[in-house]
């Protein structure tokens, strides 16, 4: 890369995948096309390669990359929804207009405007207080474990964070309720939350201590009753469950590494020497009725930038529009290091969310009948929420 130094490893990764595509011996042998449609220049000079670039180069695609369509979608979407809700911030939200018999019609537009602001912000409210439950008794689950296996402690893990964010989730709203009604004064704090509230966003003094996500308020919400949901069946009596959600977790690292723990335990394998073996089962989350009896089956996971062809086990090229197709049911087992097959085989990256980068998770050895470059300039990845 000229000028630059790449420190993320998955582009570094892409970079030397298009070098290997790109750069090869056959251009000094024969026709080689560089892109669909555009074939190797001949020799020329200078001029002549930018009068054979400009005449002949096809328009911008994602195809030139090595992307699916779907990846343009994908974006345009996005931008499309940035656009849209830059526009509904601007609308007029409250007003310290006063009331009388000579305020201006703008005056009393701007006085209805804050009403519906107040009364929008404060039925968000009330709806997210009282479907908010009760805050894990950890003394009482901990009483309930006796033994600590690593899959126990991960429960533990995963119910004091859960109380930590509902915590701050019923204190903020108690405390904006208050300033609502007049009884307290409105702080800057206060403020952000009930516009995040207004505008169906995640506040962010709840994000600090929440997990990454790009769903809205409402579909946020949604989801972490799910997950208190799941902490409250898996605590019950701490039997794994028979097929787990892995987008469910705040730390998902923690949940596979216990895999690797409870094998390494039971065989007395050095930890250091073990990974994870992925098996794509053909099964949905409602055909698994009882967990394995090494590892994990877990579910909830979606494949972006192809698909996975359930029929030949192997990953395909995505259908047009279905950017991000549902994986079926992941068997996870540990195994040793020089058990792992590595042959046709994509090193697929796990990521949190749409966002990548540093949602980054795990690395899934997924089958595959063509050349592993060819998923990885299509930036194929798994996500565990979309």
Request: net charge negative.
């Given at each position: 890369?000229?000028?630059?130094?790449?420190?993320?490893?998955?582009?570094?990764?892409?970079?030397?995948?298009?070098?290997?595509?790109?750069?090869?011996?056959?251009?000094?042998?024969?026709?080689?096309?560089?892109?669909?449609?555009?074939?190797?220049?001949?020799?020329?000079?200078?001029?002549?390669?930018?009068?054979?670039?400009?005449?002949?180069?096809?328009?911008?695609?994602?195809?030139?990359?090595?992307?699916?369509?779907?990846?343009?979608?994908?974006?345009?979407?996005?931008?499309?929804?940035?656009?849209?809700?830059?526009?509904?911030?601007?609308?007029?939200?409250?007003?310290?207009?006063?009331?009388?018999?000579?305020?201006?019609?703008?005056?009393?537009?701007?006085?209805?405007?804050?009403?519906?602001?107040?009364?929008?912000?404060?039925?968000?409210?009330?709806?997210?207080?009282?479907?908010?439950?009760?805050?894990?008794?950890?003394?009482?689950?901990?009483?309930?474990?006796?033994?600590?296996?690593?899959?126990v402690v991960v429960a533990f893990?995963?119910?004091?964070?859960?109380?930590?964010?509902?915590?701050?989730?019923?204190?903020?709203?108690?405390?904006?309720?208050?300033?609502?009604?007049?009884?307290?004064?409105?702080?800057?704090?206060?403020?952000?939350?009930?516009?995040?509230?207004?505008?169906?966003?995640?506040?962010?003094?709840?994000?600090?201590?929440?997990?990454?996500?790009?769903?809205?308020?409402?579909?946020?919400?949604?989801?972490?009753?799910?997950?208190?949901?799941?902490?409250?069946?898996?605590?019950?009596?701490?039997?794994?469950?028979?097929?787990?959600?892995?987008?469910?977790?705040?730390?998902?690292?923690?949940?596979?590494?216990?895999?690797?723990?409870?094998?390494?335990?039971?065989?007395?394998?050095?930890?250091?020497?073990?990974?994870?073996?992925?098996?794509?089962?053909?099964?949905?989350?409602?055909?698994?009725?009882?967990?394995?009896?090494?590892?994990?089956?877990?579910?909830?996971?979606?494949?972006?930038?192809?698909?996975?062809?359930?029929?030949?086990?192997?990953?395909?090229?995505?259908?047009?529009k279905e950017l991000t197709p549902?994986?079926?049911?992941?068997?996870?087992?540990?195994?040793?290091?020089?058990?792992?097959?590595?042959?046709?085989?994509?090193?697929?990256?796990?990521?949190?969310?749409?966002?990548?980068?540093?949602?980054?998770?795990?690395?899934?050895?997924?089958?595959?009948?063509?050349?592993?470059?060819?998923?990885?300039?299509?930036?194929?990845?798994?996500?565990?929420?979309?």
């Amino acid at each position: 890369m000229y000028g630059g130094h790449i420190t993320d490893d998955w582009d570094r990764r892409l970079c030397r995948t298009y070098l290997s595509e790109y750069i090869r011996a056959e251009m000094l042998e024969g026709e080689v096309y560089l892109a669909p449609g555009f074939l190797i220049p001949p020799s020329l000079d200078y001029k002549g390669y930018h009068e054979y670039i400009d005449d002949n180069l096809p328009p911008e695609s994602p195809y030139l990359y090595g992307l699916h369509p779907n990846a343009e979608m994908g974006f345009l979407a996005v931008t499309s929804d940035r656009l849209f809700r830059t526009v509904l911030e601007m609308q007029p939200k409250e007003s310290d207009a006063g009331g009388g018999s000579g305020v201006s019609r703008e005056e009393k537009a701007n006085k209805s405007s804050s009403m519906a602001y107040s009364f929008q912000v404060k039925s968000v409210l009330d709806e997210i207080i009282e479907r908010l439950p009760e805050p894990f008794n950890m003394a009482e689950i901990m009483a309930k474990a006796a033994d600590k296996t690593p899959y126990v402690v991960v429960a533990f893990q995963e119910c004091e964070r859960m109380n930590i964010l509902t915590h701050e989730i019923r204190r903020s709203l108690k405390e904006l309720d208050l300033g609502l009604k007049g009884e307290l004064t409105i702080t800057s704090d206060m403020e952000e939350l009930a516009n995040a509230l207004f505008y169906n966003n995640v506040p962010e003094s709840w994000t600090r201590y929440a997990y990454p996500s790009l769903l809205s308020l409402g579909a946020w919400y949604a989801d972490l009753l799910l997950r208190i949901r799941e902490l409250e069946v898996w605590t019950t009596d701490f039997v794994l469950p028979a097929t787990v959600w892995l987008a469910g977790f705040f730390n998902p690292q923690s949940f596979l590494t216990a895999i690797m723990q409870s094998m390494a335990r039971k065989n007395e394998w050095p930890l250091d020497k073990m990974c994870l073996s992925v098996e794509v089962t053909k099964k949905n989350r409602e055909d698994v009725t009882a967990p394995p009896r090494e590892g994990s089956y877990v579910h909830g996971l979606f494949m972006e930038g192809a698909r996975w062809d359930i029929p030949s086990g192997v990953i395909a090229d995505a259908r047009l529009k279905e950017l991000t197709p549902m994986m079926p049911v992941i068997f996870i087992r540990a195994i040793p290091v020089d058990r792992m097959d590595t042959k046709n085989v994509y090193e697929c990256p796990v990521y949190k969310t749409r966002m990548r980068g540093p949602t980054y998770v795990w690395t899934f050895n997924l089958k595959t009948k063509e050349k592993a470059a060819k998923w990885i300039l299509a930036a194929v990845a798994l996500l565990l929420q979309v």
